[in-house]
């Protein structure tokens, strides 16, 4: 019985990573935090990313790598942490917004 459950959560994330793989904005813009948690590691942080440089496209801002990247993704986290169920790109476009006089302008 215990295989079993193995097989079906390896089966269940297996099919995350290709979903994520494959989605358009459209599609990645409605998963959700829990859905999103739920996705090996690699295509997750892919997901997230992609999310984040559309958002901050639309709001003339670029992605830093230091740490004010570092704090972007830790309001991503705790965002997700109080509301599972939220899309993940709401909570990544939110903590844009909220950070987005300390980002870099878009060139």
């Given at each position: 019985?215990?295989?079993l ?9 297996f ?13 990645a ?7 999103a948690?739920?996705?090996?590691p ?15 496209r ?11 990247g ?25 903590a ?5 006089d ?6």
């Open positions: 019985m215990r295989n459950a193995v097989a079906g959560a390896l089966l269940v994330c099919a995350s990573t290709v979903q994520a793989q494959s989605l358009n904005f459209e599609q813009a409605y998963i959700t935090c829990r859905e948690h739920a996705m090996q690699d295509a997750r942080i892919a997901l997230a990313i992609s999310l984040a440089e559309h958002s901050a639309a709001r003339g801002v670029a992605l830093p790598d230091d740490e004010r570092g704090r972007l993704a830790l309001l991503v986290r705790g965002g997700c942490t109080l509301a599972p169920d939220a899309y993940l790109f709401t909570v990544i476009d939110r844009i917004l909220a950070e987005k300390k980002l870099p302008k878009r060139q």
